[in-house]
């Protein structure tokens, strides 16, 4: 049974990076499914951010392409996610997913992140 | 690429059958049959009820189901239990590799 768990810092300066990682259990990261990060601001709807199939380029909400890059790990365990010059908008629950046929269909429990000075 | 647009809340009374919209563009819904519907309970992660329009994941309640029209798609829940109050968000596939979201709609069982 596959599993996603999210981990990184809970709390953030305005202008730092974030540093976001999703750690899978029961699986690989294998070439042929996504692997995505979403997320919502408190008392707010859901917002994809990015995903990674293992062998090709990523993909980027066009918003956030400029400071957005997600990658996989050596180990195909993990894949993570680094956000640069965060701000209090990017105060959030963040999830990672896998993405198979096309649907969200297993998620991690989420990690909240708060921006604030 | 904005959000896919649901009410923000719909209400029912245990038993009834109750319907959830999402509309979307030439771009999303109305191009790709990748449509999926999503649950989320308080302080949890979301939970995948519907995909591909109308397929349900194993194991899945045959209570929900999905359809599509146009540029438009529909969750609908029949027999509402209480257990079925929750926020409810459509996802479509979108043109450039990308995936939306709807706002969400909160159900409230009477």
């Known amino acids: 049974q596959v599993q996603l768990r999210e981990s990184g810092p809970g709390l953030l300066k305005p202008s730092e990076t974030l540093s976001l990682t999703c750690t899978v259990s029961?699986?690989?990261?294998?070439?042929?499914?996504?692997w995505g990060w979403i997320r919502q601001p408190p008392g707010k709807g859901l917002e994809w951010i990015g995903g990674i199939y293992p062998t090709e380029t990523p993909y980027y909400k066009p918003s956030l392409k400029s400071r957005l890059t997600i990658s996989v790990g050596a180990s195909k365990k993990q894949f993570s996610l680094r956000l640069r010059s965060v701000t209090a908008a990017d105060t959030a629950v963040y999830y990672c997913?896998?993405?198979?046929?096309?649907?969200?269909?297993?998620w991690g429990q989420g990690t909240m992140v708060v921006v604030s000075s | 690429q904005s959000a896919l647009t649901q009410p923000a809340s719909v209400s029912g009374s245990p038993g009834q059958s109750i319907t959830i919209s999402c509309t979307g563009t030439?771009?999303?819904?109305?191009?790709?049959?990748?449509v999926s519907w999503y649950q989320q309970h308080p302080g949890t992660a979301p939970k995948l009820l519907i995909f591909d329009v109308n397929k349900r994941p194993s194991g899945g309640s045959y209570r929900f189901s999905g359809s599509k029209s146009g540029s438009a798609a529909s969750l609908a829940i029949s027999g509402l239990q209480a257990e079925d109050e929750a926020d409810y968000y459509c996802?479509?596939?979108?043109?450039?590799?990308?995936?939306?979201f709807g706002g969400g709609t909160r159900l409230t069982v009477l």
């Open positions: 030439s771009s999303d819904i109305a191009l790709f049959n990748y």
């Open positions: 029961g699986s690989s990261i294998t070439s042929g499914q996504y």
């Open positions: 997913a896998k993405n198979e046929h096309n649907t969200f269909d297993i």
């Open positions: 996802s479509s596939y979108s043109s450039g590799n990308s995936w939306l």
